[in-house]
């Protein structure tokens, strides 16, 4: 084969391993904007339907996703750790693109008219184990507890969101806790949002004293004063993140939350004398949304 010959011969290969990459990454782009047009799933209709809440059939969106986020080694520490965390929502299909903050719990929006969602919430609350820091030691251990409940979230204008959330406790406490939270909603260029607002948190007495209270007998093990831990306001905070949308079903996140223990989980010895009552988060996470339907 001559110099020319091979230089064609090559010249025709590349040609080839060109066009076959290009359309190769010509399928993989279509691919998501071909599977974001269609219903994914189709669920035979409930076998009864609750009164005074709209039908589940129809068409609905589901965001599923996980991130990650440096928190507090237990509520109250002054140490932190990194901790995977799930994200799960359901709404009406069509609907207005559903924000979503850090500290929202599991939700599904059953009820959906206008800027107003309601439905049930649900948060894991993992357990607290004293031997595994220094700072517990002879406090006891508190089971994981799931809290159930529902939220509430309207928008009177665009950019601004309220959201309510009253969840009652079930395992290593037994209390009601209630989150309030508002987020101003601001697009910074397409496709990039940022948000920020204040965060209030409320806590009954059982859903308190199990993590900030020390009896006699935890106080003899522990070095720490007896301390009897009641309910009432638990902490205000402020929380911003930064989220960009890919496409119509992945997005990205960025977030920080600052948490100001107050009144008796910030008067506990364990959070005087051992942690602290500034709490800090931050975290990273990805979302991605599909479409089920429901006869």
């Not at 207005?96 to 049930?120: C, E, K, M, W, Y």
């Not at 609350?125 to 700072?135: D, P």
């Amino acid at each position: 084969m001559t110099h020319f010959d091979e230089a064609a011969f090559r010249l025709t290969v590349n040609a080839r391993r060109t066009t076959a990459l290009v359309a190769a990454l010509g399928a993989i782009v279509t691919i998501p904007h071909a599977a974001s047009a269609q219903t994914t799933v189709t669920l035979p209709a409930p076998p009864f339907e609750l009164p005074m809440l709209p039908s589940p059939s129809g068409n609905w969106t589901v965001m599923v996703g996980i991130g990650g986020q440096y928190m507090p080694d237990f509520v109250g520490s002054k140490d932190g750790k990194f901790l995977p965390i799930p994200i799960f929502a359901i709404r009406r299909a069509g609907s207005v693109d559903q924000f979503r903050g850090p500290r929202d719990s599991a939700s599904i929006a059953l009820l959906d008219v206008g800027n107003f969602r309601a439905g049930p919430a649900f948060k894991y609350v993992s357990s607290r184990k004293s031997g595994k820091y220094a700072e517990l030691t002879g406090l006891g251990d508190v089971k994981a507890a799931y809290e159930l409940g529902g939220f509430v979230e309207y928008y009177p204008v665009d950019w601004l969101r309220l959201r309510s959330e009253l969840r009652q406790g079930i395992g290593g406490h037994t209390g009601t806790v209630a989150d309030v939270s508002a987020d101003v909603i601001v697009p910074l260029i397409q496709r990039l949002t940022i948000s920020a607002g204040p965060r209030f948190t409320w806590k009954s007495t059982k859903a308190t004293a199990p993590y900030f209270g020390v009896d006699a007998v935890q106080a003899l093990a522990s070095g720490l004063p007896t301390y009897n831990a009641k309910g009432g306001a638990h902490s205000v905070g402020f929380g911003s993140q930064i989220s960009y949308r890919i496409n119509r079903q992945w997005e990205v996140h960025a977030y920080v939350e600052y948490e100001k223990l107050l009144g008796d989980a910030a008067d506990s010895p364990l959070v005087k004398l051992r942690g602290s009552s500034n709490q800090t988060t931050v975290g990273l996470g990805a979302s991605y949304s599909f479409d089920f339907r429901i006869r």
